[in-house]
């Protein structure tokens, strides 16, 4: 079992930065993706970015590269997002996910195993 827990958002202008965390315990987790997602209400689950907790292999969607980094700190069973140039349309509930997957399969949120709570992105205009 993987327990995750999401910290680090809250309400930003457009144009500012904030720094996700998701910290994990339970089994580990050296062979799994680990992804974050976002999701606005009425709106399906949309797949932001993921990286590979060995060899960190990343992934990003097309709305986000260039803007959005994933990194893991290992020593500390951490996954961050740090989002910068953030847009309103960027404001969502953003999820932490970890699976057992390949990185090509790191889009699909029902690969995923474990999720954590959800932390809120506001982006104001």
């Known amino acids: 079992q993987v327990h995750l827990v999401e910290s680090g958002g809250g309400l930003v202008q457009a144009g500012g930065s904030l720094r996700l965390s998701c910290v994990a315990s339970?089994?580990?987790?050296?062979?799994?993706?680990m992804a974050w997602f976002r999701q606005v209400p009425g709106n399906e689950r949309e797949f932001v970015a993921a990286?590979?907790?060995?060899?960190?292999?990343?992934y990003y969607a097309d709305s986000v590269k260039g803007r959005f980094a994933i990194s893991t700190d290992n020593m500390k069973d951490t996954v961050y997002l740090q989002m910068n140039s953030l847009r309103p349309d960027d404001t969502a509930v953003y999820y932490c996910?970890?699976?057992?997957?390949?990185?090509?399969?790191?889009?699909?949120?029902?690969?995923?195993?474990?999720w954590g709570q959800g932390t809120q992105v506001t982006v104001s205009s």
């Open positions: 996910a970890a699976g057992p997957i390949y990185l090509s399969g790191a889009v699909y949120p029902n690969e995923y195993k474990y």
């Open positions: 339970g089994q580990t987790l050296s062979s799994h993706t």
């Open positions: 990286i590979t907790w060995i060899g960190s292999d990343t």
